[in-house]
């Protein structure tokens, strides 16, 4: 190989590689954290074996003033990791609190064109990154992932069972109104903006401050114009763990259930068309039994068929055992949630009182 050739290559060569680090994006993942000790370190360990490439990765964990070895753990953990960093967050920005106020602050310091959250407590899939990214299209400003419990068995865990369950029915109906166009709402365990979007409404700092602050910006985003992708696809499924309690299930529900009064009308009368369906049926089969016993047997094929197909679409195997009995949670949580939401006082989130 004559010396004008071997210059030949090796400038081609160092043009190809430029431009190929050109298309890797620079991604920031952003993790609130406040007393997640016993969940941290699975959540960490599945972002470090993430596959994107890490010389394109930022990974920022705030620590929220937690009061066990949160931090310890993560600092522990990234030591020798310069891609992560962990973030103490010791001050509070104006109107902002809690996990809003640790996510603004995390943007604060990213420097990714995209922005990733997901919680403390989740554990995301290898390709997760490159499997949201290639669904940021023209004008797409956010993009949401889909999540279900790590669940035991059905005879040990029918709690979490149900939850995963639910999770999974309620982001398959998501997906079939983003389908149509509809938004429903994101989830900020599993979500990425692009940062144009999110500087686009100022940040958390630039729209009011909401419980359930994923809902918040992504409404704020999309009244910014830009468009949004509802994913239901086993390569962006990010596993949490199930809320142990009843009590607690109630406590989390409750401030979902802040975020779904803020829904549009006609989405909100859904909401209460799901809690109020027991008593709905009920009056219903003292007038017209046989009109309600069809509108039940209907529900209940209707709610089982659509979970069942969503399952075995994502290959979910396991969680099929519980679908013949999920109806009847479904149908008892939403009453619950409804009642729950409107006969208790104050929310609580992380130990702290909202409201």
Do not use: D, E, K, P
């Given at each position: 190989m004559h010396k004008s050739e071997i210059l030949h290559?090796?400038?081609?060569?160092?043009?190809y590689l430029c431009r190929k680090n050109e298309l890797v994006k620079k991604?920031?993942?952003?993790?609130?954290a406040r007393n997640e000790a016993t969940n941290i370190l699975e959540c960490l360990q599945s972002v470090e074996a993430l596959t994107y490439p890490k010389t394109?990765?930022?990974?920022?964990?705030?620590d929220d003033a937690s009061t066990d070895e949160t931090a310890d753990i993560v600092r522990n953990f990234i030591h020798n990791k310069p891609h992560f960093k962990l973030v103490t967050i010791t001050h509070t920005l104006p109107n902002l609190k809690g996990k809003t106020n640790v996510l603004a602050q995390l943007a604060h310091q990213a420097t990714g064109d995209y922005l990733f959250f997901t919680d403390a407590d989740i554990e995301v899939p290898t390709d997760w990154i490159q499997e949201m990214l290639r669904h940021f299209k023209p004008n797409v400003g956010v993009v949401t992932g889909i999540t279900t419990m790590k669940t035991p068995t059905f005879l040990h865990g029918g709690l979490a069972l149900f939850q995963g369950m639910e999770w999974l029915f309620y982001l398959s109906l998501m997906r079939l109104f983003g389908l149509f166009g509809i938004p429903v709402t994101a989830m900020g365990n599993n979500m990425a903006t692009t940062r144009q979007a999110y500087d686009a409404v100022g940040g958390y700092e630039g729209i009011p401050f909401s419980i359930t602050e994923d809902y918040a910006l992504f409404r704020a985003i999309l009244e910014k114009g830009f468009r949004f992708e509802q994913l239901f696809d086993r390569r962006v499924l990010t596993i949490s763990k199930p809320v142990p309690t009843f009590r607690e299930l109630l406590i989390q529900r409750k401030r979902w259930m802040y975020g779904a009064m803020s829904l549009p009308w006609g989405q909100r009368i859904g909401v209460?068309?799901?809690?109020?369906?027991i008593p709905i049926?009920?009056?219903?089969?003292l007038f017209f039994p046989k009109?309600?016993?069809?509108l039940t047997f209907a529900s209940y094929v209707f709610t089982t068929a659509w979970l069942v197909g969503s399952l075995?679409?994502?290959?979910?195997?396991t969680l099929l055992l519980g679908a013949p009995f999920f109806w009847f949670y479904h149908l008892g949580m939403n009453f619950t949630m409804l009642i729950n939401f409107y006969t208790t006082k104050n929310t609580q989130w992380k130990g702290r009182n909202y409201f």
């Open positions: 290559f090796c400038s081609t060569t160092v043009v991604v920031s993942i952003l993790i609130a394109h990765l930022q990974v920022l964990v705030g209460y068309l799901n809690g109020l369906l049926l009920l009056v219903l089969a009109t309600a016993l069809f075995s679409w994502l290959q979910l195997n």
